[in-house]
């Protein structure tokens, strides 16, 4: 993109592309600026878009297997981004909408839940914790992180960033709601709907869902009568 040629872009761009030195004016500056303490214990670059699964990555990551007898399912997917110092890593996922960490909770959004199943399997020693980061703008409180997902015992570096009156938390463990077995069972019993074509169509209302997806004229949801 050009951006000294086309004005549009050249507007949303200077969010990003400008003011590096500004907090204020730039919004990665003002992550990173949010994130310094913690990224002090993460000196290692870490690796950004790492693939699972895409064979036209020559330094992806196996696919997920997910496995009862009867459903078989690959996860094939791409995390933002990984770090890993000592025992624990810290993967991230760059959201530029809403974020809803209750969504999670409820496994309506299973993105993040999938990639800790990865994580853990390859990090299976260490203490894996995935953060949503909002990089939107800046209305508001919009820039940086939402949520937190995965081993959620405070022995982590990134839950000193955990804000004090809310709990934006989704713990995964022997102990909580969400168990390793929890995600792949409920991640199965999805795909058995799917295989059986008895998906419900109308769970629940998805307004602000169907308004970010392309595929809205030839969606079963959205076509056929309620």
Request: charged share 30%.
């Given at each position: 993109?050009?951006?000294?040629?086309?004005?549009?872009?050249?507007?949303?761009?200077?969010?990003?592309?400008?003011?590096?030195?500004?907090?204020?004016?730039?919004?990665?500056?003002?992550?990173?600026?949010?994130?310094?303490?913690?990224?002090?214990?993460?000196?290692?670059?870490?690796?950004?878009e790492?693939?699972?699964?895409?064979?036209?990555?020559?330094?992806?990551?196996?696919?997920?297997?997910?496995?009862?007898?009867?459903?078989?399912?690959?996860?094939?997917?791409?995390?933002?981004?990984?770090?890993?110092?000592?025992?624990?890593?810290?993967?991230?996922?760059?959201?530029?909408?809403?974020?809803?960490?209750?969504?999670t909770?409820?496994?309506?959004?299973?993105?993040?839940?999938?990639?800790?199943?990865?994580?853990?399997?390859?990090?299976?020693?260490?203490?894996?914790?995935?953060?949503?980061?909002q990089?939107r703008?800046?209305?508001?409180?919009?820039?940086?992180?939402?949520?937190?997902?995965?081993?959620?015992?405070?022995?982590?570096?990134?839950?000193?960033?955990?804000?004090?009156?809310?709990?934006?938390?989704?713990?995964?463990?022997?102990?909580?709601?969400?168990t390793?077995?929890?995600?792949?069972?409920?991640?199965?019993?999805y795909?058995?709907?799917?295989?059986?074509n008895?998906?419900?169509?109308?769970e629940?209302?998805?307004?602000?869902?169907?308004?970010?997806?392309?595929?809205d004229?030839?969606?079963?949801?959205?076509?056929?009568?309620?």
């Amino acid at each position: 993109v050009d951006l000294d040629a086309d004005l549009l872009h050249n507007k949303w761009g200077e969010l990003y592309f400008k003011n590096f030195q500004d907090p204020g004016r730039n919004l990665l500056a003002a992550m990173l600026s949010i994130e310094k303490s913690t990224l002090e214990a993460f000196r290692d670059p870490g690796v950004h878009e790492q693939a699972f699964g895409d064979d036209r990555d020559e330094k992806t990551w196996p696919a997920f297997l997910v496995d009862d007898g009867k459903i078989s399912l690959s996860l094939r997917g791409k995390i933002d981004r990984v770090f890993v110092a000592g025992d624990n890593v810290w993967a991230s996922d760059y959201k530029t909408g809403m974020i809803r960490i209750a969504d999670t909770k409820d496994f309506w959004t299973s993105q993040m839940l999938f990639y800790y199943l990865v994580l853990k399997s390859r990090y299976p020693e260490k203490h894996v914790i995935l953060t949503y980061e909002q990089v939107r703008a800046f209305k508001g409180n919009s820039v940086g992180i939402k949520g937190y997902i995965g081993d959620l015992d405070g022995r982590h570096p990134v839950m000193d960033t955990v804000p004090s009156r809310s709990k934006p938390l989704v713990p995964i463990g022997p102990d909580e709601d969400w168990t390793i077995e929890r995600i792949k069972a409920e991640t199965l019993g999805y795909a058995q709907h799917l295989a059986d074509n008895s998906f419900p169509l109308t769970e629940r209302e998805e307004k602000s869902a169907c308004a970010y997806c392309d595929f809205d004229r030839i969606c079963r949801k959205t076509a056929l009568p309620r």
